[in-house]
């Protein structure tokens, strides 16, 4: 069982849904589809299924490519991992971080993010004791805004026209707070510049600095984080793998190497999709996974006058999120032996993240905005017997895609010695931060591979090598629009644009969907079945 080539695959003529796109979303929408007795066809491009979720392997080496840590699914009765327990069937299992999951580092003091709301709190408290009315006032603002989600994307499963009647009231509470920027909430708690810079340290997690962010996102990854974040046993690939198997069991099939041309349509109503080989699938309903941009910009025929409005709204209210690069990096010693520790270490030039961005935008040799430096070895209780002997490390920084867009037209792997040198400088600096942070590894490193937006656009079919899929900021929020129901009759989006980024943003983007496609209490289901 598992993911199988297109080309092997012995297809069906016809299928309940057919969902593009094997991301968390697309996985989780299609495993809680068959779980309700549809027939689903998954059609992944790459040549492993599971998005940002997947692994790759160079040598004696497999680095995660998006699961960094994930909160909340160590407590059993969480939403989240009853999500994940529903759809995996317990095949799933989580490892926890620890005490200490995250540490901001500044050029004059470190500081640890502690598992734990109250622990949270004190040891805050205890790095700003003059700031604690604002460090519990950030604190309540979180929890205020957490407690008006569910109303604000319940409206987004509701049919159209009835989401649009009850959005003013159901969203109210949740806009008054997204449509404000984070530094603008925090500033107006009389945060210290330096409280602020350490309570938006995981701005990394989203893509942009406080000044740009909607306040939403960054109360959201907050309290996804209070308790502490968690690693899946077996590497992130265990996601996929454990979900595929449900999906299977009710007749439906993972294809991978299934790049898919267009989707179908006939009076007005998706009927199915056109592979890049021109043969065509047939289902009831569609569902893509592929973001908001690539549905109605690639997949969608470009004559077709009902969605310019919808374009028109793409094209004006929202963007394309930051681009990264990634340095993965095997050593042939165990973690034990070179003292590697599993919190995260988020690396800072100031505590102002928007002029740190200001900095490098206008001189890209300016301290990198950020430096968020991962140790997934040392999280995985099951590494050492996959790869006895070896560790791992990934160091990821945010850039530009226009840096990379003179060669946008190369093909991945020749591109170009111009290409592989900027590569290569930029490996250089990344590693002397990490030098710099973790002494110890130098002179232990066996190899290092560096992607950036180009290999994200190569691999995710994100337009610009965007990360987060749209930017969340104030207006991303304002816009009722980004909902699983499209202006195509029985085509559905999902994914993180319609919901969050990240992989629990987009997990329940699939419940969203699920919902709207069935128009049953989906997530009231998971809940029965998990009890």
Same mark, same amino acid.
């Given at each position: 069982?598992?993911?199988?080539?297109?080309?092997?695959?012995?297809?069906?003529?016809?299928?309940?849904?057919?969902?593009?796109?094997?991301?968390?979303?697309?996985?989780?929408?299609?495993?809680?589809?068959?779980?309700?007795?549809?027939?689903?066809?998954?059609?992944?491009?790459?040549?492993?299924?599971?998005?940002?979720?997947?692994?790759?392997?160079?040598?004696?080496?497999?680095?995660?490519?998006?699961?960094?840590?994930?909160?909340?699914?160590?407590?059993?009765?969480?939403?989240? !991992?009853?999500?994940?327990?529903?759809?995996?069937?317990? !095949? %799933?299992?989580?490892?926890?971080?620890?005490?200490?999951?995250?540490?901001?580092?500044?050029?004059?003091?470190?500081?640890?993010?502690?598992?734990?709301?109250?622990?949270?709190?004190?040891?805050?408290?205890?790095?700003?004791?003059?700031?604690?009315?604002?460090?519990?006032?950030?604190?309540?603002?979180?929890?205020?805004?957490?407690?008006?989600?569910?109303?604000?994307?319940?409206?987004?499963?509701?049919?159209?026209?009835?989401?649009?009647?009850a959005s003013p009231l159901m969203a109210?509470? &949740?806009?008054?707070?997204?449509?404000?920027?984070?530094?603008?909430?925090?500033?107006?708690?009389?945060?210290? /510049?330096?409280?602020?810079?350490? %309570?938006?340290?995981?701005?990394?997690? +989203?893509?942009? /600095? /406080?000044?740009?962010?909607?306040?939403?996102?960054?109360?959201?990854?907050?309290?996804?984080?209070?308790?502490?974040?968690?690693?899946?046993?077996?590497?992130?690939?265990?996601?996929?793998?454990?979900?595929?198997?449900?999906?299977?069991?009710?007749?439906?099939?993972?294809?991978?190497?299934?790049?898919?041309?267009?989707?179908?349509i006939h009076k007005g109503k998706a009927?199915?999709?056109?592979?890049?080989?021109?043969?065509?699938?047939?289902?009831?309903?569609?569902?893509?996974?592929?973001?908001?941009?690539?549905?109605?910009?690639?997949?969608?025929?470009?004559?077709?006058?009902?969605?310019?409005?919808?374009?028109?709204?793409?094209?004006?209210?929202?963007?394309?999120?930051?681009?990264?690069?990634?340095?993965?990096?095997?050593?042939?010693?165990?973690?034990?032996?070179?003292?590697?520790?599993?919190?995260?270490?988020?690396?800072?030039?100031?505590?102002?993240?928007?002029?740190?961005? !200001?900095?490098?935008?206008?001189?890209?040799?300016?301290? &990198?905005?950020?430096?968020?430096?991962?140790?997934?070895?040392?999280?995985?209780?099951?590494?050492?017997?996959?790869?006895?002997?070896?560790?791992?490390?990934?160091?990821?920084?945010?850039?530009?895609?226009?840096? &990379?867009?003179?060669?946008?037209?190369?093909?991945? +792997?020749?591109?170009?010695?111009?290409? %592989?040198? +900027?590569?290569?400088?930029?490996?250089?600096?990344?590693?002397?931060?990490?030098?710099?942070?973790?002494?110890?590894?130098?002179?232990?490193?066996?190899?290092?591979?560096l992607s950036t937006p180009l290999s994200?656009?190569?691999?995710?079919?994100?337009?610009?090598?965007?990360?987060?899929?749209?930017?969340?900021?104030?207006?991303?929020?304002?816009?009722?629009?980004?909902?699983?129901?499209?202006?195509? !009759?029985?085509?559905?989006?999902?994914?993180?644009?319609?919901?969050?980024?990240?992989?629990?943003?987009?997990?329940?983007?699939?419940?969203?969907?699920?919902?709207?496609?069935?128009?049953?209490?989906?997530?009231?289901?998971?809940?029965?079945?998990?009890?």
């Open positions: 069982m598992g993911a199988t080539a297109f080309k092997k695959a012995k297809l069906d003529s016809h299928y309940d849904v057919i969902i593009i796109g094997s991301g968390i979303s697309g996985l989780c929408a299609a495993a809680l589809l068959a779980k309700a007795g549809k027939k689903v066809l998954v059609l992944e491009k790459h040549y492993t299924a599971g998005g940002y979720t997947h692994t790759f392997t160079r040598k004696d080496y497999e680095w995660d490519v998006g699961v960094h840590y994930i909160g909340e699914v160590h407590r059993p009765q969480s939403i989240l !991992r009853r999500i994940f327990d529903d759809i995996s069937e317990k !095949r %799933l299992q989580w490892e926890p971080m620890g005490d200490v999951y995250d540490r901001a580092i500044f050029q004059d003091k470190t500081y640890d993010f502690v598992a734990g709301l109250p622990q949270f709190k004190e040891t805050m408290n205890g790095y700003f004791p003059k700031e604690t009315k604002a460090i519990q006032g950030y604190i309540d603002k979180v929890f205020e805004l957490n407690q008006t989600t569910r109303n604000f994307f319940a409206t987004k499963a509701m049919p159209p026209l009835l989401g649009q009647l109210k509470k &949740f806009l008054n707070l997204a449509n404000q920027t984070a530094k603008e909430v925090i500033s107006g708690l009389g945060s210290s /510049p330096e409280l602020m810079g350490v %309570l938006c340290t995981q701005w990394g997690d +989203y893509g942009l /600095p /406080p000044a740009e962010a909607s306040f939403a996102i960054q109360a959201m990854i907050s309290k996804h984080y209070f308790d502490g974040g968690n690693y899946p046993v077996g590497g992130s690939a265990s996601i996929a793998e454990s979900i595929i198997p449900t999906i299977e069991k009710a007749g439906g099939q993972v294809l991978i190497r299934a790049g898919v041309k267009e989707i179908v009927v199915g999709v056109q592979m890049e080989d021109n043969q065509i699938l047939r289902a009831e309903a569609i569902i893509s996974s592929t973001g908001i941009m690539n549905t109605f910009n690639k997949l969608l025929p470009a004559d077709n006058s009902r969605l310019e409005p919808i374009r028109k709204k793409i094209r004006q209210h929202v963007r394309h999120s930051a681009g990264h690069i990634c340095l993965y990096i095997g050593l042939k010693q165990t973690d034990a032996e070179l003292g590697l520790t599993k919190p995260n270490l988020w690396i800072f030039p100031d505590y102002d993240h928007d002029e740190n961005i !200001r900095k490098y935008l206008k001189d890209p040799t300016a301290d &990198f905005p950020v430096v968020y430096i991962s140790f997934p070895s040392t999280k995985d209780p099951d590494w050492n017997k996959r790869y006895p002997g070896r560790s791992t490390i990934e160091i990821v920084s945010f850039t530009p895609y226009e840096w &990379f867009e003179k060669w946008e037209n190369t093909q991945w +792997y020749k591109r170009g010695e111009d290409y %592989l040198d +900027y590569k290569e400088a930029l490996s250089q600096r990344l590693l002397s931060v990490l030098y710099k942070h973790v002494p110890q590894v130098q002179g232990n490193i066996d190899c290092y591979e994200t656009k190569h691999f995710s079919n994100y337009e610009r090598g965007e990360l987060y899929g749209l930017d969340h900021t104030p207006e991303r929020f304002r816009q009722s629009w980004l909902r699983p129901q499209t202006p195509i !009759r029985n085509l559905y989006l999902t994914g993180q644009d319609i919901v969050t980024d990240g992989v629990t943003g987009a997990l329940f983007g699939g419940v969203l969907t699920t919902i709207s496609l069935l128009k049953r209490n989906v997530l009231g289901e998971i809940m029965s079945r998990t009890r």
